[in-house]
Every structure is written in C-alpha cells, then in structure tokens.
C-alpha cells in the first residue's frame, strides 16, 4: 500500500523559533493536504495542495508540493505555544477522494 | 463555519457487542468516510461512501463493519461484534466533490472495548 512518512518524527522548539517538516511518499499523489490534530480531536485542514510545485500559505504557515509528487513540506514561522499539537500529512492519489495519513510530528514549543 | 459533528464523543462496549457510531456530515457535502487512529499511531482509512453505496473500503473494513446513510442527514457506522482491537478513535468525514475539496473532520468517538 502507500506509505507516507514524516520527519521529524517529534521536535522541540523554542517560542518564536521557525520550523520546517516534510512527508515523503512510495508513489505519486495528485494532491497534498496538511492537518494539525491537538489531543482529543479530529484533524483539523491547514492547507491543501492540488498542483505540483504549488506553494500556498495560510497565515504562518507555508506548505509546497513537490515537483515529484512524492514530497511536500509545511513551514511554520515564529512559533507560538497554541502551534503545539500533531502534524499530519496527507495524499489523495485520486479516485473517491480516499486520503492516506502520514506518520505524523509532534511538535512541542518551550515558552 | 459548517462542521461534521459526531456522537457520542466517548461510547464503552464490551466485547462481542454492537456498537453504532454516529456522524453529521456537512450539509452540502456528498462523499463521506470513516477513518480510525489507534491511540498513538496515524489516521487509517476505513471506507468511503458515495451515492448511496461505498465505494472504496480498506482490508481493516471487513464483514463486521457497515455504513448506512438511513436519512438525508445522518452517516452512520456500525460495529456488529466488537473486539479488543477495535478500541480507537473513529473520525468521520465529509467533502464536497473529487479531487480539489479537501476532507472535513468531526472530533471522532472514542471508542473502549472492554
């Protein structure tokens, strides 16, 4: 099946400090989508990703589809606190929209 | 901002019983799922439902699990006899059409085998 793995697998940061994590892919997708999920809750979309070499942002956030398709990375400046939480990437190779789940970063900022 | 809503939030079974997991999708959205995540791993697909039928489900979705959309409304999942393992989380979730409408989460039940 499709694989997708992230890297890091968890970080620290210090507040205010930038942060960089990608997700590699087995096989192509056609689209790439981010999720943040905080304890206790479904995933919830940061940003979606529907071209190959797209960079979209969404605030602080910044996410690129790779030229290969089989990459994408999501950048987050000047971390806050409230950014604590579990980043997930997802892809949709096509087809009725079924999305496979990254491994997920856990991501921990030091006030 | 329009959400999928799920309940109950946490639902306690003990083996070998029935549980049904209720959704909310988005009102206008067509395409719904179900997905579950274990405690600590990632998000796994279970299956897929479109007009009326599934149309993609994975090897976990075996014959204990079914999927109903009873009313213009409700999505439902349906464990017949539940086992150990199938203590999870289970997100439901809902999109507009193929291809550039991302998926919407709901807060997912917590689902506890005992």
């Known amino acids: 099946g499709q694989q997708l793995n992230q890297s890091p697998q968890s970080m620290f940061i210090q507040e205010g400090e930038d942060v960089s994590m990608n997700c590699t892919s087995s096989?192509?997708?056609?689209?790439w989508l981010w999720y943040k999920q905080d304890p206790g809750e479904g995933p919830v979309l940061l940003i979606a990703?529907?071209?190959?070499?797209e960079l979209t942002s969404n605030g602080r956030l910044t996410a690129q589809f790779g030229i290969t398709r089989k990459d994408s990375f999501l950048n987050i400046s000047a971390s806050i606190p409230s950014d604590v939480g579990i980043y997930f990437c997802?892809?949709?190779?096509?087809?009725?929209?079924?999305?496979?789940f990254g491994t997920g970063t856990k991501l921990q900022v030091i006030p | 901002e329009p959400e999928v809503t799920q309940t109950p939030s946490h639902q306690v079974t003990q083996m070998g019983q029935e549980v049904i997991l209720r959704c909310v999708p988005i009102?206008?959205?067509?395409?719904f799922y179900w997905y579950r995540q274990i405690l600590g791993q990632k998000v796994e697909f279970l299956v897929s439902?479109?007009?009326?039928?599934?149309?993609?489900k994975s090897e976990i979705f075996d014959d204990q699990f079914s999927v109903e959309r009873p009313d213009g409304s409700n999505f439902t999942l349906k464990i017949r006899s539940t086992k150990l393992e199938d203590s999870a989380m289970y997100f439901c979730?809902?999109?507009?059409?193929?291809?550039?409408?991302?998926?919407?989460f709901g807060n997912g039940t917590r689902l506890t085998v005992t």
């Open positions: 990703l529907y071209k190959a070499g």
């Open positions: 979730a809902s999109s507009y059409r193929q291809g550039d409408s991302p998926l919407h």
């Open positions: 439902f479109y007009n009326n039928e599934i149309s993609e």
């Open positions: 997802a892809g949709n190779s096509g087809g009725y929209q079924k999305v496979t």
């Open positions: 096989s192509i997708f056609n689209t």
């Open positions: 009102s206008n959205h067509l395409y």
